[in-house]
C-alpha cells in the first residue's frame, strides 16, 4: 500500500533562517506531488505541483521554492523565512484523480 | 479561479444526530472528493465519487455526486464524539499533465456528547 511521509512533523525557525521540508511517498511510481500550506483555520493553499523529476509549477509567487530531486521525494525550500511563512505545510500524492495527503508539518516562523 | 462554495460552515450537533453538509460549484467535475481533516493532521480521504448520480458509503457516511454534476453531499449518521474536525470537499481540474484540486472551504463540525 502506499505511504507518504513528511518530516519534521513540527519546526520552529527564526525569521531569515533557511527551511527544507522534506515529504516521500512509498508504494507507488512517478505520483504527481504537490505542497500546499494551510493558514490556521483556513483552507488549503496550493503552493507547487509536480509531475516529475525536475518538473515544478509554482502557483503563488513567495518565498518559497520546490525541487524533486528523486522520483517519490518533494522538497520545499526558502532561504530567508518570514513571519508569514508560518502555517501548517500539508504534502499529497495524486495518481488518476484521487489525491492523497501526508500528516503535515506545523511551522513556526518567530 | 475556480470555487467550491461549502455550506454550513459551522455545525453543532448532538452526539447521535444526523449531519448534512453540501458543496457547490459554477462549474462541472467529473469527480468529487470528501475529506475530514483532525487537528494537526493531514485531510484523511473519506469518499471518491466518479459518476454523475452515484451514492456511495463509507461505514455511517453516504456521499452522493448531484445529478448536474455541480454539486455534492456528504451525511453522517448518528454521529459520535470523534467526527469532530473540518470536512472538506474538492473536485480535480485537468491542467499541464496532471490534476489540480480545488478544495472547498470546509464544514467545521463540532459533536456535543
Known amino acids: 500500500s502506499q505511504t507518504i511521509h513528511q518530516w519534521p512533523a513540527t519546526l520552529v525557525q527564526p525569521v531569515g533562517s533557511p527551511l527544507s521540508l522534506e515529504c516521500t511517498v512509498e508504494g507507488t511510481s512517478n505520483p504527481n506531488l504537490y505542497w500546499y500550506r494551510q493558514a490556521a483555520g483556513r483552507g488549503l493553499q496550493l503552493l507547487f505541483y509536480s509531475v516529475g523529476i525536475g518538473q515544478i509549477s509554482s502557483e503563488v509567487p513567495q518565498n518559497l521554492s520546490a525541487s524533486r530531486p528523486q522520483d517519490r521525494q518533494f522538497i520545499l525550500s526558502s532561504k530567508k523565512l518570514l513571519l508569514s511563512d508560518s502555517g501548517f505545510y500539508l504534502c499529497a500524492w495524486s495518481v488518476g484523480m484521487v489525491q492523497y495527503f501526508g500528516p503535515g508539518t506545523r511551522l513556526t516562523v518567530t | 479561479g475556480q470555487q467550491l462554495n461549502q455550506s454550513p460552515q459551522s455545525m453543532f450537533i448532538q452526539e447521535g444526530e444526523d449531519v448534512s453538509m453540501n458543496c457547490t460549484s459554477s462549474?462541472?467535475?467529473?469527480?468529487w472528493l470528501w475529506y475530514k481533516q483532525d487537528p494537526g493532521e493531514g485531510p484523511v480521504l473519506l469518499i471518491a465519487?466518479?459518476?454523475?448520480?452515484e451514492l456511495t458509503s463509507n461505514g455511517r457516511l453516504t456521499a452522493q455526486f448531484g445529478i448536474t454534476r455541480k454539486d455534492s453531499f456528504l451525511n453522517i449518521s448518528a454521529s459520535i464524539p470523534s467526527d469532530v474536525g473540518i470536512y472538506f470537499c474538492a473536485g480535480p481540474e485537468r491542467t499541464s499533465g496532471t490534476y489540480k484540486y480545488i478544495f472547498g472551504t470546509g464544514t467545521r463540525l463540532k459533536v456535543l456528547a
Open positions: 465519487l466518479y459518476k454523475a448520480g
Open positions: 462549474s462541472i467535475f467529473n469527480t
